[in-house]
Protein backbone atom coordinates (compact mmCIF):
# COMPACT_ATOMS: atom_id res chain seq x y z
CA UNK A 1 0.00 0.00 0.00
CA UNK A 2 1.31 3.53 -0.45
CA UNK A 3 0.01 6.92 0.46
CA UNK A 4 -0.90 9.70 -2.14
CA UNK A 5 -3.24 12.55 -2.70
CA UNK A 6 -5.81 12.29 -4.38
CA UNK A 7 -5.19 14.49 -6.43
CA UNK A 8 -2.72 12.43 -7.39
CA UNK A 9 -5.02 10.01 -9.01
CA UNK A 10 -6.03 9.76 -12.39
CA UNK A 11 -9.15 8.51 -14.42
CA UNK A 12 -9.25 8.05 -18.34
CA UNK A 13 -11.81 10.38 -18.76
CA UNK A 14 -10.42 13.16 -16.12
CA UNK A 15 -14.04 15.22 -17.16
CA UNK A 16 -15.86 11.80 -16.24
CA UNK A 17 -17.95 11.57 -13.18
CA UNK A 18 -19.39 8.46 -12.77
CA UNK A 19 -23.00 7.97 -12.74
CA UNK A 20 -24.44 6.25 -9.42
CA UNK A 21 -27.73 6.19 -7.80
CA UNK A 22 -28.43 8.88 -5.32
CA UNK A 23 -29.25 6.04 -2.32
CA UNK A 24 -25.93 4.12 -2.86
CA UNK A 25 -24.24 7.86 -2.73
CA UNK A 26 -26.02 8.94 0.20
CA UNK A 27 -24.75 5.18 2.07
CA UNK A 28 -21.96 5.53 1.19
CA UNK A 29 -20.79 9.30 2.69
CA UNK A 30 -22.88 8.60 5.72
CA UNK A 31 -20.54 5.01 6.13
CA UNK A 32 -17.49 7.34 5.85
CA UNK A 33 -18.58 9.93 7.97
CA UNK A 34 -20.01 7.43 11.15
CA UNK A 35 -16.91 4.68 10.49
CA UNK A 36 -14.04 7.22 8.42
CA UNK A 37 -12.43 5.85 5.55
CA UNK A 38 -10.61 2.48 6.43
CA UNK A 39 -8.02 2.17 3.45
CA UNK A 40 -7.56 -1.77 5.02
CA UNK A 41 -11.44 -2.59 4.62
CA UNK A 42 -11.66 -0.77 1.66
CA UNK A 43 -8.90 -0.97 -1.25
CA UNK A 44 -8.91 1.42 -4.18
CA UNK A 45 -6.59 -0.23 -6.91
CA UNK A 46 -4.90 1.70 -8.89
CA UNK A 47 -2.08 1.11 -11.89
CA UNK A 48 1.72 2.49 -11.53
CA UNK A 49 0.71 5.15 -13.11
CA UNK A 50 -2.01 6.11 -10.52
CA UNK A 51 -4.90 5.29 -12.79
CA UNK A 52 -8.11 4.52 -10.46
CA UNK A 53 -8.60 0.69 -11.26
CA UNK A 54 -10.90 0.37 -8.60
CA UNK A 55 -12.84 3.19 -6.44
CA UNK A 56 -13.60 5.54 -8.65
CA UNK A 57 -16.66 6.68 -6.62
CA UNK A 58 -15.03 6.30 -3.21
CA UNK A 59 -12.39 8.42 -4.66
CA UNK A 60 -14.84 10.93 -5.63
CA UNK A 61 -16.73 11.02 -2.02
CA UNK A 62 -13.34 11.26 -0.04
CA UNK A 63 -12.48 13.95 -2.58
CA UNK A 64 -15.93 15.92 -2.15
CA UNK A 65 -15.92 15.23 1.65
CA UNK A 66 -11.75 16.27 2.44
CA UNK A 67 -10.58 17.84 -0.55
CA UNK A 68 -7.95 17.10 -3.37
CA UNK A 69 -5.07 17.47 -0.88
CA UNK A 70 -6.43 14.64 1.96
CA UNK A 71 -3.90 11.55 1.22
CA UNK A 72 -5.38 8.05 1.20
CA UNK A 73 -3.59 4.81 0.95
CA UNK A 74 -4.09 2.70 -2.36
CA UNK A 75 -2.96 -0.67 -3.55
CA UNK A 76 -0.45 -0.03 -6.31
CA UNK A 77 -0.43 -3.07 -9.31
CA UNK A 78 3.40 -2.85 -11.42
CA UNK A 79 1.36 -1.90 -14.47
CA UNK A 80 0.04 0.64 -16.53
CA UNK A 81 -3.24 1.73 -17.72
CA UNK A 82 -2.77 0.40 -21.10
CA UNK A 83 -1.55 -2.84 -19.93
CA UNK A 84 -4.78 -3.01 -17.95
CA UNK A 85 -6.98 -2.00 -20.69
CA UNK A 86 -5.77 -4.38 -22.83
CA UNK A 87 -6.24 -7.27 -20.40
CA UNK A 88 -9.79 -6.11 -19.89
CA UNK A 89 -10.79 -6.27 -23.73
CA UNK A 90 -9.38 -9.16 -24.04
CA UNK A 91 -11.26 -10.81 -21.72
CA UNK A 92 -14.02 -9.52 -22.65
CA UNK A 93 -13.54 -10.83 -26.50
CA UNK A 94 -13.09 -14.17 -24.73
CA UNK A 95 -16.23 -14.11 -23.01
CA UNK A 96 -18.23 -12.43 -25.63
CA UNK A 97 -19.34 -15.82 -27.30
CA UNK A 98 -19.93 -16.86 -24.36
CA UNK A 99 -22.25 -14.17 -23.01
CA UNK A 100 -24.17 -14.61 -26.58
CA UNK A 101 -25.02 -18.40 -26.24
CA UNK A 102 -26.22 -18.02 -22.54
CA UNK A 103 -28.50 -15.12 -24.21
CA UNK A 104 -29.53 -17.13 -26.83
CA UNK A 105 -30.10 -20.21 -24.33
CA UNK A 106 -32.25 -18.42 -21.67
CA UNK A 107 -34.37 -17.44 -24.62
CA UNK A 108 -35.50 -21.00 -25.59
CA UNK A 109 -35.75 -22.47 -22.41
Known amino acids: MVE????????INKDQKYYWSKPDKIELIDSVNTNGFDSEK???S???DYYIIDGHHRCEILSDMYGPDHKIF??????SRTMYILTLSSILLLLSPIIIIIYILKKWI
Open 46 to 48: VSN
Open 74 to 79: VKKYFF
Open 42 to 44: SVI
Open 4 to 11: VKLSDLKT
